[in-house]
């Protein structure tokens, strides 16, 4: 069976949970029997001594209340040492009830308690016998029946209480030491629990750690060891838990690090000759890409200058074709006034025309009342005096409709004088609406031709401002290209230093099975094949860095 760490953990873990778990039982259990015993200590011993102590306490009022009305001899003495008595008896029986046989433990108290009883039945007749006494006012015999009769009853009774109380007493001494002895017991067995609990803790905690501890140990030695560069060490693993396989695992990395090791000081070299050959055509491209960025600058200037000379163009045709469209629409809304002017020309001309025979009228209606007006001065002249007013009166209708006649006349002068101005003014106006719309057909072909020449030459800048993004793109291009080679060449040198540093590093490493004078062989053929290249070699690897200087050279 594979025992792993973690079973160990948990296998711990486990008896130390499962100890305590035992240990706080047995610490509860022994916690409930105390309280148990302290509970029945309260309700068995000290219950019946506060009961017993009560019954003895009322025993000595009586005794007090028969003494005292003894000494008054009167009746009303008597009398009221009755009732305190009576009183005294009710708490007395109430006490005793809560007591007997409740509270009683054991037959030596059972027998006591009886023997009580049937005193405390002889000693209240005597009480009653001496009431009477008094009662009846023999004083003298009362004092001899309460001297050798009454008080030798109260001192047995008061003896027998002190005896319950006793026994009492001596019960709870005797539960207070069983359960004292029980405390005691506990305590051992709980110390000798936790001892054994701790000893087994211990232990399985020293076999754990021990069982930890070595495997950690040799793989701390075993990581030592390759941080002084000593490789391919064997390693003796007997284990079958978490820390045998970790130490397996490591071993394989040692194995897979030696390989890597070997592989890297075998290609070292190579790696390093790769470089200084990318170095070298690194830089002879980073002086043609620089050369070509500089041409492409001063491109990007000339076509920024040839782009605001055409957006300059572009904003003079479109003002231009703002104006063109702004008279357009100023044309538009003369004629639009001269039109809404001849309409209201003719409206003015039909309305004169109206007015001219309204006037007509007005004449033939003063013609035909200067007619009635003077049938009227005829009658009234064939009247005679009676028609003198009448006269009067068609004298002067004659005269308004002369003067109508008059001013319907002139009215209709001014009318026809008014009607040939406005006939003049609307052919005026239809002349000037017909010179606006002339005018209008050539403002929107002023208009249109801007609007054309305004577009050409947006396409026109649009075409160069594309054409100088490009050269600018073009520009950053090579720009970043120079300065990504000047990375490139830097890193390739870069390159070259650490790959020498490699080489020298790598002799740090000492594989066992492997002289030190083969690994001393290994650095010097590989120095020796970076100072002697081959011709061959380097004429193919320069092959990809022409190719792109060529590249660099057609841009």
């Known amino acids: 069976m594979r025992i792993t760490v973690k079973l160990r953990i948990i296998a711990t873990m486990a008896a130390a949970f499962f100890i305590a778990i035992a240990v706080g039982t047995f610490g509860l259990w022994s916690l409930e029997r105390t309280q148990a015993d302290l509970s029945s200590m309260y309700r068995e011993q000290l219950m019946p001594i506060v009961h017993l102590g009560e019954v003895r306490n009322l025993i000595f009022l009586d005794r007090t209340a028969l003494n005292q ?10 009398a009221t040492a009755d009732g305190r008595i009576k009183t005294h008896m009710a708490e007395m029986d109430k006490h005793w009830s809560a007591y007997y046989p409740a509270l009683v433990n054991s037959d030596i108290e059972m027998s006591q308690d009886k023997t009580f009883i049937a005193k405390r039945l002889q000693t209240r007749d005597l009480i009653a016998q001496e009431l009477k006494l008094l009662n009846s006012d023999q004083h003298e015999k009362a004092s001899d029946f309460m001297l050798h009769s009454v008080e030798s009853s109260f001192d047995e009774e008061t003896s027998l209480i002190g005896k319950i109380v006793d026994e009492n007493v001596r019960q709870a001494q005797q539960a207070s030491a069983d359960s004292s002895a029980r405390g005691h017991r506990t305590v051992i067995i709980t110390l000798l629990v936790l001892v054994v609990a701790a000893m087994l803790v211990l232990f399985s905690g020293i076999a754990l750690t021990r069982a930890v501890m070595k495997p950690l140990l040799r793989a701390r030695g075993l990581a030592e060891r390759i941080s002084r560069g000593e490789l391919n060490e064997a390693l003796v693993i007997t284990g079958h838990d978490e820390l045998s396989d970790t130490l397996r695992a490591l071993s394989q990395m040692d194995t ?53 000379t055409v957006k300059q163009n572009a904003e003079g045709a479109g003002q231009a074709q703002n104006i063109a469209t702004s008279l357009r629409s100023d044309a538009i809304a003369g004629r639009k006034i001269a039109v809404d002017a001849s309409s209201a020309m003719e409206l003015i001309t039909e309305a004169s025309r109206s007015i001219s025979e309204i006037a007509v009228l007005i004449d033939e209606i003063a013609f035909q009342t200067n007619l009635l007006a003077l049938n009227a001065a005829v009658e009234a002249a064939r009247a005679g005096d009676q028609g003198r007013g009448f006269a009067v009166v068609a004298t002067e209708v004659r005269s308004l409709a002369q003067r109508s006649a ?12 008014t009607v040939e101005r406005v006939s003049v003014g609307a052919e005026l106006v239809r002349k000037a609406g017909h010179s ?21 030459s947006v396409q026109q800048s649009s075409g160069i401002e594309q054409v100088n993004d490009a050269v600018t793109a073009l520009d950053q291009v090579t720009q970043q290209n120079a300065a990504l080679v000047e990375e490139a060449s830097a890193a390739s040198r870069l390159a070259l230093e650490l790959t020498q540093e490699l080489v020298q590093q790598m002799a740090f490493f000492k594989i066992a099975g492997i002289a030190e004078e083969a690994a001393s062989r290994i650095k010097v053929r590989a120095l020796e094949k970076v100072e002697r290249p081959n011709t061959n070699e380097q004429v193919h690897r320069l092959q990809p860095v022409k190719l792109m200087l060529d590249t660099a050279s057609e841009w």
């Open 436 to 456: 606006l719309e002339t005018i209008q057909t050539g403002a929107t072909r002023v208009c249109d031709i801007v609007s054309e020449i305004a577009a050409a």
């Open 256 to 308: 897979q690090l030696t390989a890597i090791v070997a592989k890297v000081r075998d290609n070292a070299s190579d790696v390093m000759h790769s470089a200084r050959d990318i170095s070298a055509g690194n830089d002879d491209l980073s002086s043609r890409t620089q050369e070509q960025a500089s041409s492409l600058e001063e491109t990007a200037t000339s076509m920024e200058e040839m782009t605001a």
């Open 406 to 417: 008059s001013a319907a006349k002139n009215i209709k002068s001014l009318i026809n004088d």
């Open 69 to 78: 009305a003894l000494l008054a001899g009167t009746p009303d003495a008597a």
